[in-house]
């Protein structure tokens, strides 16, 4: 066991429609097998494959061989400890999703049938509904590399998505997670959260959202 | 809030690869080293200030120093930091409190960026011109 990090080169060929996924697959179905990496769909959507694709943090299965050949180099996402290659350790990251009660929360009785919202109300919250928890955000934000407690930008980006919900009475609450030392106002806006989205999130504006709604309470 | 499992930061020298973040990031590295410069030039501010305490004497013998050459070359770039921090930090008060700057944020930062270069060109000759003028 090596207990230093390294780095590893492999040389193989692709198609330059390939994704780079497929590429990493490729190296570990024919020249490493000890590569540790996670995926599932291979499509975008389980939020599995974040890394530091050249520098900069996207989903493996939708960076395209061409986008970054002839040389690519990849390395686990940052701030998070390391397990194995590309494997994180995720734990910290759920448990600052947890934190902002990620569940809709109404004291009311249940309706016969469902909760009704009108399509303004329903648009006041949709781009944060688009959240994969992939982490890719997180662990680009120089913040949260650098602050051990900072909650991060995609639990604040999911507690957006209920704060500004109006069948959600949970709101005071979560604001009150939020505007801990922790929360919200360690976001410095360096903006690396909606670069690396690979949903298109505007995160920094939801954040910004937020702030907004713990100082005036207007949500 | 919940109190969560201490999550060990890692040491980025580990790696040593750069994050390449875009205007953003950059604009915020930007503003804390303008910020740490500036903090630092006070510290040093308040102690040449303090000196009248000692006398007029004490005090004028400590700021000839100003009139160094290099020294003026220091003060160019502290003027540069404060204009900097200050059109820097008016873009992010404005990201802020207008809800659709967001949007606009690279636009935003171009556009100090060069309003602070623009202010920079006059200042930077009036200024060498000056310490040219006092030392050759």
């Known amino acids: 066991m090596k207990p230093e990090p390294w780095w590893d080169e492999f040389t193989i060929e692709a198609e330059p429609t390939d994704r780079l996924l497929d590429a990493l697959h490729y190296v570990k179905w024919y020249k490493d097998g000890t590569l540790a990496l996670r995926r599932s769909c291979a499509h975008g ?175 | 809030m919940a109190q969560r499992t201490q999550r060990r930061a890692r040491r980025t020298q580990d790696f040593g690869s750069l994050y390449k973040g875009r205007e953003g990031q950059w604009s915020w590295i930007a503003h804390r080293v303008t910020g740490v410069a500036i903090i630092l030039f006070l510290f040093a501010h308040v102690v040449d200030t303090a000196l009248v305490g000692w006398g007029p004497d004490a005090y004028n013998k400590v700021v000839r120093v100003y009139q160094n050459p290099i020294v003026g070359l220091l003060e160019l770039g502290l003027v540069a930091a404060v204009i900097y921090h200050a059109l820097n930090g008016l873009r992010i008060m404005v990201i802020d409190f207008w809800p659709k700057a967001s949007d606009w944020n690279r636009q935003l930062i171009y556009g100090t960026t060069g309003v602070f270069l623009a202010g920079m060109l006059p200042i930077t000759i009036i200024m060498l011109k000056h310490i040219l003028k006092e030392h050759f």
């Open chain 1, 45 to 219: 959507i389980c939020g599995s494959d974040a890394m530091l694709i050249n520098g900069r943090n996207a989903l493996a299965c939708k960076v395209l061989v061409k986008e970054v050949a002839p040389k690519v180099t990849v390395e686990p996402i940052r701030g998070l400890p390391v397990l194995k290659d590309l494997i994180v350790d995720m734990e910290p990251f759920f448990e600052g999703y947890k934190a902002i009660l990620p569940f809709l929360i109404n004291a009311d009785d249940p309706p016969d049938r469902e909760r009704l919202q009108s399509p303004e109300d329903r648009a006041r919250f949709d781009d944060t509904t688009k959240c994969i928890l992939c982490a890719a955000c997180t662990t680009s934000c120089p913040i949260f590399w650098g602050d051990e407690q900072y909650i991060g930008p995609a639990a604040i980006v999911n507690a957006h998505r209920f704060i500004f919900d109006s069948r959600d009475q949970g709101a005071e609450e979560r604001l009150e997670i939020l505007s801990d030392q922790s929360g919200v106002f360690r976001c410095r806006t360096t903006f690396n959260c909606t670069e690396a989205c690979p949903r298109g999130i505007k995160v920094t504006k939801a954040i910004q959202e937020v702030k907004r709604a713990v100082m005036f309470r207007r949500f």
